[in-house]
């Protein structure tokens, strides 16, 4: 009896809960390929690859379906951005922070939607002491960084220094 | 007395007296002429030895292009590929052995670039054997066959800041000099310059006599250091005296200097040719001139050209008078011949060589619209000196390919749709093609015309944008959450009453109001009312905030009329708008330099990328989403079919006024583009942004092969059903026809008006509940 009288009681505030406001919910994504790109619904479009060849990058970055078969056992073939990371590294490594910025945006020309570059090129600009440039570089890598937790933990610690740092370009 | 006696004297000393006198005084003449003589000599060599240790030419500045980068999967197909090699003077051979040569076949591009210095390092020369699949190069690979990771090849030189002589010249070291073409002036000019001293009597004699001969000046007898005088003190006067004080200028520099110092000068400092203002001046550029390749590349029968043509550029340029210069070319290679130079065989070769002058003169107009931009991005750091004198480089983000294809074919895409092609009033144009990605520009027009260079449309039209300012609408209602894309608004009739106290009845584009629309759908077909509706109950402040963030610099009054595009912008202005979106959100400054270095090729200035979150990406997922519906069944859908191979792809029509101005703007994942037309008058145009701006945005997007827009969803995106017609009422809801669309977690639809799987509306409740608490 108390047990039907509470199911009623529950059912009467969920009720409530619904008609008050446009609740926000979580929701699993509906089974079409819709989530992933932006793409006409509910027809799914086919993908043309895409020109970045970086389907392998340290930390995969958040793409769509990465267009190269995965190669879990042999170590991450070479790409035009894992050499050029290299040679920003080294730059770096050397003291010369102007060229390896300057390298690492010759990366992000060919492939531009690279969380670890855009990591990279804020590390980079926080050395150089130009707080709001290295902010808004980390800002655009945590936007691309979604499927990639450690690369997501080390933005948000330089996101948390550079805000302790005075970073204005820390949102709208 | 002594007067008399004076007086009686000087009939008798008289004659001896005088003829002393006078002795004396042309003595002291001859002393004071010798002395002015010697005092003159030394000033001259006092002079020469100043000037020519401080020899330093001022040189121009000289602009270069994006460079191509090669690589695995690179977007670019093989007459892109050699276009642009032959931009850069590449020469086509059957077979790949010396730098600036390639071929082509099979499905390959093999070439071995030259090497360049630029601002973040040396690229070295390199062989690549370049496998070209369509539009994507799938394999590079060096001689063996091993994989090259990236090839950047050399910059275009698009065009050169002149100093105010307008002489332009790309000095060089002896040691890049090859020795052929030395030998070759040497032989044509100066056969015994190794021993002479500065002048050459013997020469003097042999000219004269050859003169004497001919009844006519067939040649002269100035060593290469006297010519070179001539040259450095730019005289042109033919008196004795002239040619006296070159010959002791001459000897001087002969005196102070060594014969490669000499040598070096002259090949840096004679003038070789005329491009309009500009004087051509040194071998190593005359060498770019004419054949559109560095000196080291040059064939024995090009060298001869060239030192032949020093004697007289303008009569044996090879462009207008390839005759001439051919016969003097091989009175050249005769003279080398004659001394035991070169061998028969190589002789005879060079003297059949057909003259192959440089292949096409590219881009004869230059690049004035973009240069504007440049100077504009420059000024702020570089005075007009600088830029004239330092030989400084300036590497920018002109994409030479893309100019081109655009300039090939506005003109016809803007005659295309062109209503009324009057006489005086012609449809005009300006376009701006941006990097997605970066904010770097990449091709620009500020006119209809190839190489117009009058007013730069692109960059100071400010004209009003008409709808393209409605995504700034939007954007801002879905950043407040208080919108989705299947919130419900009223597209119906309204009056609004202007601060100037008279009515405002705006009306659709159409006349007719829709009722009940869905948000994404007002925006898809740009429904004024709903817009309206929409905009009115965020605030139109907010909008001009949110367009402000975007990238507006104007001061609009924020009225209800800007809601639908009473805002002025310049097609430039536009695109940065445009780029932030592209950008999911962030807004990097538009920009036409890349960065700057010194003569030598140190680094001087980055203009670096910059970056700085202005809106939230998902609401900007969102509102892309909707704006990619604009070409699936919005008001660019006309231009679906021929944009196929490249959608999904998301834009704005914007039409202003009595059609007065036609606008598209729109990306895909690597472009941005936005195409205005109107007339400089603005008398109308009878053209709304889908029947003019949006058929060149899409003639030019195909031409450029635009990559389909592809970002993938944020986390925070979550899809819903809702039905395909909109209702405000959860009781009249038809959810036998739905539709999926994405939201904000925190901004999903109504539950009343969702369809989600479970349909019965506790069910919908529980789910969302149970949603919350996941």
Redesign the interface.
């Known amino acids: 009896m108390t047990a039907r009288l509470l199911g009623v009681v529950t059912v009467a505030m969920l009720v409530l809960t619904g008609c008050a406001t446009n609740v926000p919910a979580r929701r699993e994504p509906p089974p079409a390929p819709a989530p992933v790109i932006h793409a006409p619904v509910p027809a799914p479009v086919v993908i043309v690859p895409k020109p970045e060849p970086t389907p392998s990058l340290p930390p995969p970055v958040a793409e769509e379906p990465a267009p190269l078969p995965p190669t879990p056992d042999k170590p991450a073939p070479a790409t035009p951005v894992t050499s050029l990371l290299a040679s920003v590294q080294a730059a770096v490594a050397a003291g010369k922070l102007d060229q390896g910025a300057a390298l690492s945006e010759r990366a992000l020309r060919i492939s531009p939607r690279d969380a670890q570059l855009w990591y990279q090129l804020a590390l980079i600009r926080a050395r150089q002491n130009r707080i709001d440039d290295a902010a808004g570089a980390a800002k655009r890598a945590l936007s691309l960084a979604a499927k990639d937790p450690i690369l997501l933990q080390q933005i948000n610690a330089l996101l948390q220094e550079l805000a302790a740092k005075g970073a204005t370009n820390s949102g709208k | 007395m002594t007067s008399r006696n004076s007086s009686s004297a000087r009939p008798k000393d008289s004659p001896g007296r005088f003829r002393r006198y006078l002795f004396r005084l042309l003595w002291s003449v001859v002393l004071l002429a010798v002395l002015l003589v010697v005092y003159r000599c030394i000033w001259v060599d006092r002079k020469i030895r100043r000037d020519f240790q401080a020899l330093q030419w001022a040189l121009p500045a000289r602009i270069y292009s994006r460079p191509v980068?090669l690589?695995?999967?690179?977007?670019m197909n093989a007459d892109d590929l050699v276009d642009y090699l032959q931009r850069l003077g590449y020469r086509r051979t059957a077979k790949v052995d010396r730098s600036g040569e390639y071929k082509v076949g099979g499905g390959h591009v093999v070439l071995r670039s030259r090497g360049f210095q630029f601002?973040?390092?040396a690229e070295p020369e390199v062989y690549a054997d370049l496998t070209i699949n369509g539009h994507?190069v799938s394999k590079v690979q060096d001689a063996d066959g091993a994989?090259i990771?990236?090839l950047r090849l050399e910059p275009v030189e698009i065009e050169q800041i002149n100093p105010s002589t307008g002489e332009d010249r790309m000095p060089v070291t002896l040691a890049d000099i090859p020795k052929t073409l030395i030998t070759a002036v040497v032989a044509v000019e100066d056969q015994r310059f190794y021993t002479h001293h500065g002048i050459d009597p013997k020469g003097i004699a042999r000219a004269m006599w050859a003169n004497l001969r001919a009844g006519g000046i067939v040649q002269g007898g100035s060593t290469l250091t006297q010519q070179l005088i001539k040259n450095l003190y730019l005289d042109k006067e033919q008196t004795l005296r002239r040619k006296i004080e070159e010959a002791v200028m001459a000897l001087s520099l002969e005196l102070h200097f060594s014969k490669d110092d000499i040598l070096t000068a002259y090949f840096n400092e004679i003038f070789l040719g005329q491009d309009g203002k500009r004087a051509i001046h040194g071998f190593a550029l005359a060498s770019q001139y004419y054949f559109a390749r560095p000196l080291n590349e040059l064939r024995l029968d090009e060298m001869a050209l060239l030192a032949g043509i020093g004697r007289g550029a303008t009569y044996y340029n090879p462009l207008r008078y390839p005759q001439r210069a051919v016969d003097r070319r091989n009175v050249v290679l005769g003279r080398m011949h004659d001394l035991g130079e070169i061998s028969d065989k190589d002789y005879e070769t060079a003297l059949k060589t057909k003259l192959q002058v440089r292949e096409k003169i590219v881009n004869r107009n230059g690049y004035p619209s973009f240069m504007q931009l440049v100077y504009d991005n420059l000024k702020r750091d570089y005075d007009k000196d600088a830029l004239r004198t330092q030989g400084l480089n300036i590497f920018t983000t002109l994409d030479v390919t893309m100019q081109s294809k655009m300039e090939d074919r506005l003109d016809d895409a803007v005659a295309r749709v062109e209503r009324d092609a009057r006489k005086g009033n012609p449809l005009e144009a300006a376009v701006v093609i941006t990097?997605?990605?970066?904010g770097?520009v990449r091709a620009l027009a500020g006119g209809r015309k190839r190489g117009y260079s009058g007013f730069n449309r692109a960059l100071n039209a400010v004209r009003p944008i008409g709808s393209l300012v409605k995504p700034a609408v939007y954007l801002t209602a879905l950043e407040s959450k208080q919108f989705n894309l299947a919130s419900v608004l009223a597209d119906q009739e309204i009056e609004l009453k202007q601060p100037n106290g008279e009515v405002w009845k705006p009306q659709n584009y159409e006349r007719e109001a829709d009722g009940d629309v869905y948000f994404y759908d007002a925006l898809q077909r740009s429904l004024n009312l709903a817009t309206l509706d929409l905009g009115l109950k965020i605030g139109v402040d907010k909008v001009k905030q949110t367009l402000t963030?975007l990238g507006y610099t104007g001061d609009a009054q924020p009225y209800p009329s800007f809601l639908l595009g009473a805002v002025d912008m310049t097609p430039l202005d536009v695109a940065q708008i445009y780029q932030t979106l592209a950008s999911?959100?962030?807004r990097s400054p538009l920009r036409a330099v890349e960065?700057v270095t010194t003569a030598d090729g140190k680094?001087l200035a980055?203009y670096?990328?910059?970056?700085?979150?202005?809106?939230?990406?998902a609401a900007v997922?969102l509102l892309?989403?909707a704006l990619?519906?604009v070409f699936?069944r919005g008001t660019a859908k006309s231009v679906a079919p021929a944009l196929r191979?490249h959608?999904?792809l998301?834009g704005k029509t914007g039409t202003t006024n009595d059609l007065r101005d036609s606008w598209f703007a729109g990306y895909g994942?690597?472009l941005v583009g936005v195409v205005w037309l109107g007339h400089d008058d603005n008398q109308e145009t009878g053209l709304t942004g889908a029947a003019g701006a949006l058929q060149v945005w899409s003639t030019l997007m195909q031409a450029f092969d635009v990559?389909?827009?592809?970002?993938?969803?944020?986390?925070s995106?979550?899809?819903?059903?809702v039905p395909l017609t909109p209702t405000h009422n959860g009781a009249q809801r038809d959810c036998s026809a739905t539709?999926?669309?994405?939201f904000l977690?925190?901004?999903?639809?109504?539950?009343a008006i969702s369809c989600?799987v479970n349909d019965s509306?506790?069910g919908?409740?529980?789910?969302?509940?149970k949603?919350?608490l996941?």
Do not use: C, Y
Not at chain 2, 707 to 715: D, G, L, N, S
Not at chain 2, 764 to 769: L, M
């Open positions: 980068e690589f695995a999967g690179v977007h601002w973040d390092g994507r994989d990771q990236l990097d997605a990605n970066t770097e963030r999911s959100g962030f960065a680094p980055f670096s990328i910059e970056t700085k979150q202005v809106a939230d990406p997922w892309e989403h990619q519906g699936e191979a959608m999904p998301a994942n690597d990559e389909p827009r592809q970002v993938p969803a944020p986390e995106i979550k899809f819903d059903q539709q999926s669309l994405p977690a925190d901004a999903m639809p109504d539950v989600e509306f506790f919908r409740v529980i789910d969302r509940f949603g919350l996941k």
